[in-house]
């Protein structure tokens, strides 16, 4: 099973909300990642989880919050977001993140109003 | 200069051509190299890994050359299918983070 499933699929929140998306794989992979990705644009790594501890933050504003509950599962919390943060938003996996093979999810879009 | 840069296209390619991207990288100490094929509004896939020795795969080749800091991915007979974004992922010389080129767009028409 080589799947990165996320949820939801769609997502459009105002600047005053609070959600989250949510990560989940089940291939033992012990390396997670947030990437944001805009229309005609390459994927932007946000963070990396390794062994469930934040590994990586590549500066991104603290209105995104990270959070890896166990080896399975990789949330992204977010709150008080800007229209520019509207994007496509990817989770992906690799065995550790010495190994760079990554599967992706099939992202969530977000719009925010 | 860009860390990962590759020509965005469009490649614009009849069915059954044969055609080839680069990617070229600027940190000599970056160790792993990949592509990935991306369709319209879904998620980036591997396509494959490509290692010091080169790496074929059915109508695939992947080579890098180091001396010139640029890995190259090959297409042999073109299927409309495989009409597609195809970004190259190079980690950042002397870590293990991942870093995307702006990708490729390659067209394939009957």
């Known amino acids: 099973d080589t799947e990165v499933t996320q949820t939801p699929k769609h997502l459009v929140m105002g600047m005053t909300n609070k959600k989250s998306l949510k990560c989940e794989q089940h291939?033992?992979?012990?390396?997670m990642y947030w990437y944001k990705q805009k229309a005609k644009k390459p994927p932007e790594l946000m963070f990396v989880?390794?062994?469930?501890?934040?590994?990586i933050n590549e500066s991104v504003p603290s209105r995104f919050s990270p959070e890896c509950p166990n080896s399975s599962l990789l949330n992204l919390h977010l709150h008080a977001l800007q229209p520019e943060d509207s994007a496509l938003y990817l989770c992906?996996?690799?065995?550790?993140?010495?190994?760079?093979?990554?599967?992706f999810g099939p992202g969530t879009r977000l719009t925010v109003t | 200069r860009k860390e990962v840069e590759q020509d965005p296209g469009p490649f614009n390619v009849p069915e059954g051509a044969t055609v080839a991207f680069n990617c070229t990288y600027s940190?000599?100490?970056?160790?792993?190299f990949f592509w990935y094929r991306q369709d319209c509004r879904k998620e980036p896939k591997l396509l494959m890994s490509?290692?010091?020795s080169g790496n074929e795969d059915g109508r695939f080749t992947a080579q890098l050359n180091r001396a010139s800091q640029y890995i190259s991915l090959l297409i042999r007979d073109s299927k409309l299918s495989d009409s597609a974004t195809y970004l190259c992922?190079?980690?950042?010389?002397?870590?293990?983070?991942?870093?995307f080129g702006r990708g490729t767009s390659l067209i394939v028409h009957p």
């Open positions: 992906a996996s690799s065995q550790s993140r010495d190994v760079y093979e990554q599967y």
């Open positions: 291939m033992g992979h012990r390396a």
């Open positions: 989880y390794s062994y469930e501890k934040l590994s």
């Open positions: 940190n000599s100490a970056s160790q792993s």
């Open positions: 490509v290692y010091s």
């Open positions: 992922v190079v980690n950042r010389g002397g870590s293990y983070i991942p870093t």
